[in-house]
């Protein structure tokens, strides 16, 4: 017998089962369509993590204060040397002005401070560098070149008042430390959560088979073969998982709307739907190739055991 | 064609078992295999079907030994045997006509074969009316007449009924044993296993008595002997 009429058999069979038992079908595919909402749960939470994880890390910078005294030409020396570290994702310039201005308007509401600086006559701010590095780790380093390189920090001479990575470091670190201890908390939650909704899955699935024991049994005395016992039941499984793909990714529809309402603010201005809408296409693959697999898998493994005997 | 070499099966439960079995049978023979329940009877029929292994001796279809089949062989040696069971056995989530095309499918037709030979089947068992009708949508009688269509489609062998008329009333019986004598008459081996007395005198052939396991009598022409 061709491949061809084996396989289109199958397929046939497999199509007609999964109508004709409406009650076990639906139930499979609610049972599938939890397990894959619980895996794209997964996938927004990565994200949302990461998304502020990435927030939290994009706002730590170091920053280099200048002497007042200190000419612009020297700073911008300063400024192209520390460019060319291969760390440094990006160098800001505050002139002393600026730095004044952003000192005021920092201060506004505080009368006594702005008294105080307008008595002073003339603008005690230096100018400063803010550095970005391209990743949070790499501080450090930055920060220790500037501190070691003698000719601008130390001595007579010294340009650079002060570099503040140490302040903000512990902060920093801590802030970090959090973020990345919440991250694998919530990937150690969800994949608990994602196996035992496979086990249920399958379970749902070795009881649907379980059912179907005596139509088993009945096949293998009419002498068929293992493929063409085990192949419908496997294309059932598919099916589920092909639909719960298809509602599950329908159901993120009004979750994403909701949650992105509701928490957007509080995740660092992320929007889920708008991640959901990106992503689209990425996740229907997951979700599909996963509810597939699992439903594919189970039926095999479920039905593995009358066939046997 | 079929032979049992001191044949021993014990189960667990040794109610269910033979004891030293020796029985030919020849091609073309319509045998009845009667006896009490418990005797044995089916134990028999799973031991030819390769279902359960003889704990000793040996079982011979033509010139093989059943249980020297693998799982692989076994497939193809069923389709060799078309088996009716008392209790039906048929697919409930397929029609009649897919029940019996399922068989054909099973072992390897094509489908123009399984289009025209399933229409024929049917009319033989007289259900070609019943062709669309789900097995739980007939009679214990219809059935029965279903699973003989699907036991005889691929043009086995040997039939084998095991109290095919077990749960039936008179008349279903009656048409029941009237297919397996026209199945038989067409060159088809046919063993029944049953414990009605009017078949076997009806039939007037060849008849085995099994008592606790062993054959107590083998008669060509035999009439029901059970007290």
């Known amino acids: 017998m061709s491949f061809q009429t084996d396989a289109k058999r199958i397929l046939r069979w497999g199509l007609i089962s999964f109508y004709r038992n409406t009650v076990v079908s639906i139930t499979s595919i609610l049972m599938m369509t939890v397990t894959l909402t619980v895996i794209g749960m997964t996938i927004f939470l990565n994200a949302i993590l990461g998304f502020s994880l990435a927030q939290i890390e994009s706002k730590v910078d170091v920053n280099v204060y200048f002497y007042p005294n200190v000419a612009e030409s020297q700073i911008g020396d300063v400024k192209s040397m520390i460019q060319q570290l291969p760390e440094v994702a990006s160098v800001e310039y505050v002139s002393q002005d600026q730095a004044l201005a952003d000192f005021k308007a920092r201060h506004s509401a505080d009368a006594l401070t702005l008294q105080a600086l307008d008595e002073l006559g003339t603008n005690p701010l230096g100018a400063v560098l803010n550095i970005r590095a391209k990743e949070a780790g790499q501080y450090e380093s930055i920060a220790k070149t500037l501190d070691d390189n003698s000719s601008l920090a130390k001595g007579s001479n010294a340009i650079i008042e002060k570099v503040n990575y140490a302040q903000n470091k512990e902060i920093i670190d801590r802030l970090t430390g959090i973020m990345r201890s919440v991250q694998r908390l919530g990937v150690a939650i969800t994949l608990f959560f994602v196996i035992i909704s496979i086990l249920i899955t399958f379970n749902t699935i070795r009881l649907a088979i379980y059912m179907a024991r005596d139509e088993i049994t009945n096949m293998r005395l009419v002498g068929a073969e293992n493929k063409y016992i085990q192949g419908p039941f496997m294309i059932e499984g598919v099916v589920y998982g092909g639909i719960a793909s298809v509602i599950t990714l329908i159901l993120f529809y009004p979750i994403t709307l909701w949650l992105t309402n509701n928490t957007q603010a509080f995740f660092g201005g992320m929007s889920i739907l708008q991640y959901y809408g990106d992503n689209f296409i990425q996740l229907f693959a997951i979700l599909l190739v996963s509810g597939v697999l699992i439903g594919m898998i189970s039926a095999w493994f479920a039905i593995r055991k009358y066939l046997k005997k | 064609m079929i032979r049992f070499e001191h044949v021993t099966k014990y189960f667990s439960d040794r109610d269910l078992s033979v004891e030293d079995i020796s029985l030919s049978i020849a091609a073309g023979e319509f045998v009845s295999i009667v006896g009490h329940s418990g005797a044995g009877k089916t134990t028999m029929i799973r031991l030819l079907l390769g279902e359960v292994k003889p704990t000793s001796g040996n079982i011979w279809f033509d010139d093989f030994d059943v249980d020297g089949l693998t799982q692989s062989q076994l497939p193809g040696y069923r389709r060799r045997i078309g088996v009716v069971f008392q209790d039906f056995r048929l ?43 789900f097995p739980s949508e007939m009679s214990g009688g219809e059935r029965q007449r279903l699973a003989i269509a699907r036991a005889i489609i691929n043009q ?12 039936l009333d008179p008349q279903s019986t009656y048409e029941i044993v009237e297919i397996l004598k026209k199945i038989n008459d067409l060159g088809t081996t046919v063993i029944i296993t049953t414990h009605n007395k009017g078949i076997i005198d009806a039939l007037g052939k060849r008849v085995v008595t099994i008592e606790k396991g062993r054959i107590v009598k083998d008669d060509k022409h035999g009439r029901h002997s059970m007290q």
């Open chain 2, 91 to 133: 697919l409930p989530n397929k029609t009649a006509f897919e029940n019996v095309a399922f068989a054909m499918e099973a072992a390897g037709k094509t489908d123009e074969e399984i289009v025209s030979d399933v229409p024929h089947a049917l009319e033989l068992v007289g259900l070609s009316h019943k062709a669309r009708a």
């Open chain 2, 156 to 167: 086995p062998e040997v039939i084998l009924a095991d109290e095919p008329t077990g749960n």
